[in-house]
Nanobody, 121 residues
């Protein structure tokens, strides 16, 4: 089985920084795109940022210039550096990865359990 385990969430004051990590483990042949989503109370889950295996990135407009996504392919890990945090960034952050568990299985969509980020004003 494949597991995604997030870490790094917590409580921070507005203007502060946090770094989220997500490590993929288990039966992994290859990892395609990795990303971070978030879901605030009463709202739908939304894409925050994603990064392809080749390093191309995509950001939600609300976080562009403040958040940076990166990955370490050797460690099957994706990171989200969050700077200049705002109260509206408060949400549960979920790691997502498109993974091919083995050859010749199809790629599958995997999710972590989420980590809570709370930004106080």
């Amino acid at each position: 089985q494949v597991q995604l385990v997030e870490s790094g969430g917590g409580l921070v004051q507005a203007g502060g920084s946090l770094r989220l990590s997500c490590a993929a483990s288990g039966n992994i042949y290859s990892i395609n795109t990795m990303g971070w989503y978030r879901q605030a109370p009463g709202k739908q889950r939304e894409l925050v940022a994603s990064i392809t295996s080749g390093g191309s990135t995509n950001y939600a407009g609300s976080v562009k210039g403040r958040f940076t996504i990166s990955r370490d392919n050797a460690k099957n890990t994706v990171y989200l550096q969050m700077n200049s945090l705002k109260p509206e960034d408060t949400a549960v952050y979920y790691c997502n990865a498109i993974i091919q568990p083995s050859w010749p299985q199809y790629e599958m969509d995997y999710w972590g359990k989420g980590t809570l980020v709370t930004v106080s004003s």
